[in-house]
């Protein structure tokens, strides 16, 4: 594959770091929601419900896409997007921290997408894509081991749900590229597909529970999962995969534990310890090469 032009770079890497700063705090505030309120299912509906009702007339207007997509194609876009993702992500939360899934959710993502690429399609990585992988794997691995959470026997299913996600996403994103959908119809389809098979069992398993929540805190979780998480993130991330391809934008997931321990710094006080910032300089020059930088982003083309 070859490098984007540097005006295409950046403006596609504008729209992957954009996605991910929004992923960043996704991890946080569901690892709160999870142990305090809400659970999983809870999560999920917030997320899909909402949006399908917005995106309605988007997937009304635009169909099932069936055509580019087959009936295999669609169900793996909802599955890999939508619900099934989701669930395992949150539902991960209860049993590892939040860093855990911040690393192996969105930080393997691009190994998966290149894993993925390299076995179905056919298409082979050149070396330095190769090399900034190696830079995120070996990132992801200390933001893991590098913490010093106590190891409970839980832990590794936390661990084990997050990889199960993160594949379920590199798929969503394999598809989505190669059927050149775009990001909107892409979000209506896994949004209104997500609700149609998952609101029946949210129902008969939780009831009305979600709408028992304090009028503040549906409303914060209404706008937060289903408008900014679900649509907006999955618009900005779509038009990085459509600008770099998949395995490029894909690549910008990894940066998300980086980000979320720079947050902490000015909205937690929080510093980053010495593996954060060794895991943060691994993923970020990672990032810069799996993503299809241009060797000089300051010569243009």
């Not at 106590?150 to 059927?179: D, E, H, I, Y």
């Not at 490029?248 to 710094?265: E, K, M, R, Y």
């Amino acid at each position: 594959m070859t490098e984007a032009p540097t005006s295409t770079y950046l403006k596609g890497a504008l729209f992957g770091i954009s996605a991910v700063a929004i992923w960043a705090v996704w991890s946080a505030v569901t690892r709160l929601a999870v142990t305090t309120t809400l659970d999983a299912w809870d999560i999920t509906i917030l997320r899909f419900g909402v949006a399908a009702l917005i995106l309605l007339p988007v997937a009304a207007r635009h169909g099932l896409a069936r055509e580019r997509l087959g009936w295999p194609g669609l169900v793996i876009l909802i599955a890999g997007g939508g619900a099934p993702y989701v669930m395992l992500a949150a539902a991960g939360l209860r049993f590892a921290p939040a860093h855990d899934q911040a690393a192996l959710n969105p930080g393997f993502a691009p190994l998966f997408v290149a894993l993925i690429v390299a076995v179905w399609l056919g298409e082979a990585l050149a070396g330095k894509r190769k090399g900034g992988l190696a830079l995120i794997l070996a990132g992801a691995l200390v933001i893991v081991f590098g913490h010093g959470t106590a190891w409970t026997s839980l832990r590794p299913l936390g661990q084990a749900m997050f990889l199960a996600a993160s594949f379920l996403w590199a798929c969503f994103t394999v598809v989505m590229r190669r059927a050149a959908i775009k990001p909107l119809h892409a979000a209506a389809l896994v949004s209104l597909g997500s609700t149609v098979f998952y609101l029946p069992l949210y129902l008969i398993v939780r009831g009305p529970h979600v709408l028992l929540l304090p009028i503040q805190e549906l409303a914060f979780h209404v706008a937060f999962q289903g408008v900014l998480v679900t649509i907006v993130s999955l618009l900005l991330y779509g038009r990085a995969v459509a600008m770099l391809g998949a395995s490029g934008g894909a690549a910008f997931g990894a940066l998300v534990p980086g980000l979320s321990a720079l947050f902490a710094i000015p909205l937690l006080g929080e510093w980053p310890t010495t593996a954060d910032w060794c895991a943060i300089a691994l993923v970020s020059c990672g990032v810069y090469l799996a993503s299809g930088a241009p060797v000089s982003i300051g010569a243009s083309r």
